[in-house]
């Protein structure tokens, strides 16, 4: 029986994402002299977003949104500039977060509260990415 070797920090080869919650790319800027540290991350919804963020503390980075285009099946890859929460009633349980992209226009993170917005809700900023 051969004894594999393991090799610390190998960086994935392939990672699946779904539609089912919004999907950021965040992208650390490059010149930094950490090398055993990743060059970016595939968040998986908003709450993992601001984790990240809170742990990064420092680093500076950019942060995209990887969205599939309802129209015609399309991959999009943008710039996101802002993450807003939902102002709610003080007995809500659920936190609902929006992001906004270079356009200003807040959009809900939840695909299904997209589909039944009829009025931007309230929002209040909780994170910009502008002068990351």
């Known amino acids: ?24 790319f965040v992208v650390a800027s490059s010149g930094g002299a950490d090398y055993a540290s990743p060059d970016g991350w595939v968040v998986d919804g908003a ?11 420092d680093v500076s980075f950019s942060v995209h949104l990887l969205a599939r285009n309802e129209a015609d099946a399309s991959v999009t890859l943008c710039r996101v500039s802002g993450l ?28 299904i509260a997209a589909g039944r917005c009829v009025e931007r809700a309230k929002l209040i900023s909780i994170l ?5």
């Open 1 to 24: 029986m051969k004894k594999r070797l393991l090799q610390p920090l190998l960086p994935w080869r392939c990672v699946g994402w779904s539609d089912l919650t919004l999907n950021f």
């Open 47 to 57: 709450e993992a977003l601001i984790e990240l963020i809170l742990h990064l503390g």
């Open 84 to 111: 807003w929460q939902e102002v709610q009633a003080k007995d809500a349980d659920v936190v609902r977060y929006w992001y906004s992209t270079d356009d200003g226009e807040p959009r809900p993170c939840s695909p």
């Open 128 to 132: 910009s990415f502008e002068n990351r």
